[in-house]
């Protein structure tokens, strides 16, 4: 089993490699630059794509500015990047086609999962961008997907691949993430720890550290073991679930924030997790 992870330009200085076989996405941290105010210069950006081999690299979007977000699409293509344009929740479907006018391959829903717009509405455009990019032939990635309810796994299913940090939720005892063996499921540390033990007795290992973590204050803090257990027991968990999509034609999931909240050390111990508990890798068709 191999890592696939999402890596951010706003956090370029931590970046490091990842072990061979690993799938990798880079993000422009467009997101990150529109809430902390942060300036993104586009030939920074794009030396850094061209250095660093990665399966996509995503366009710095202006998010809510269709007409911008392109605009840094094109340069960064001329600047030698082969970027995925995005568009977002209360933009144009039109917007779709008028990417694939410009000859990009791919597009990359955002804005689905926040307050400017309702969830309904969100999937119903999302759905419609979709229609649209499969009638062009456009490939879709889709920015901060995760699931909530099975009602919403039809749209997943027909993402090409999409990114979550949710994974990291299980350092908060309240929203512990894990796989079951049958779906990626919340619990809450506080409420459901006999049932998290119960499901992680047949994982290989000592999860001590995890399955004791607290409620913690400054009198009382849980161990850095702890927490690391909780992100690997969560990034596992979250490609588990992954892999589940994969073999019904779903998408490629990406851990968004993993080399920030991960060193390489862990990075064995995730595969070997997944290699125990996934249900396997769909096997990759060859290339026609």
């Known amino acids: 089993m191999t890592l696939s992870v999402l890596a951010s330009y706003a956090f370029a200085d931590e970046h490091r490699d990842l072990p061979p076989g690993s799938r990798l996405m880079l993000d422009s941290g467009g997101y990150t630059a529109w809430t902390?105010?942060?300036?993104?210069?586009?030939?920074?950006?794009?030396?850094?794509?061209?250095?660093?081999?990665?399966?996509?690299?995503?366009?710095?979007?202006?998010?809510?500015?269709?007409?911008?977000?392109?605009?840094?699409?094109?340069?960064?293509?001329?600047?030698?990047?082969?970027?995925?344009?995005?568009?977002?929740?209360?933009?144009?479907?039109?917007?779709?086609?008028?990417?694939?006018?410009?000859?990009?391959?791919?597009?990359a829903?955002?804005?689905?999962?926040?307050?400017?717009?309702?969830?309904?509405?969100?999937?119903?455009?999302?759905h419609t961008c979709l229609d649209r990019a499969a009638a062009r032939?456009?490939?879709?990635?889709?920015?901060?997907?995760?699931?909530?309810?099975?009602a919403r796994l039809p749209l997943l299913?027909?993402?090409?691949?999409?990114?979550?940090?949710?994974?990291?939720?299980?350092?908060?005892?309240?929203d512990t993430r894990l796989w079951d063996g049958r779906t990626f499921r919340s619990y809450d540390m506080n409420v459901d720890r006999m049932k998290i033990t119960a499901l992680m007795r047949h994982w290989p290992g000592d999860w001590t550290p995890m399955l004791t973590r607290h409620r913690a204050d400054k009198d009382h803090p849980n161990s850095g073991a702890s927490l690391r257990q909780t992100r690997i027991a969560g990034a596992?968990?979250?490609?588990?679930?992954?892999?589940?999509?994969?073999?019904?034609?779903?998408?490629?999931?990406?851990?968004?924030?993993?080399?920030?909240?991960?060193?390489a050390d862990a990075d064995a111990e995730v595969n070997a997790l997944l290699d125990a508990i996934g249900p396997g890798e769909p096997r990759e068709e060859p290339a026609a």
Do not use: C
Request: charged content about 20%.
């Open 109 to 126: 829903l955002g804005g689905l999962v926040n307050r400017r717009n309702s969830r309904p509405d969100a999937d119903g455009w999302a």
């Open 137 to 150: 032939g456009l490939a879709v990635h889709g920015f901060g997907l995760s699931p909530s309810s099975a």
């Open 236 to 263: 596992a968990s979250m490609l588990a679930w992954g892999q589940w999509l994969r073999a019904r034609g779903g998408p490629r999931v990406y851990l968004a924030s993993y080399i920030n909240n991960l060193s």
């Open 157 to 174: 299913l027909r993402f090409d691949s999409i990114d979550s940090s949710t994974w990291v939720s299980a350092r908060y005892a309240a």
């Open 36 to 107: 902390k105010g942060i300036e993104i210069r586009l030939p920074d950006l794009a030396a850094w794509y061209r250095s660093v081999p990665a399966q996509r690299y995503a366009a710095l979007d202006v998010l809510y500015d269709p007409a911008a977000s392109l605009a840094n699409a094109l340069a960064l293509r001329e600047l030698g990047a082969d970027v995925t344009p995005a568009v977002h929740a209360g933009t144009s479907p039109a917007e779709v086609d008028r990417i694939a006018d410009h000859g990009f391959t791919t597009v």
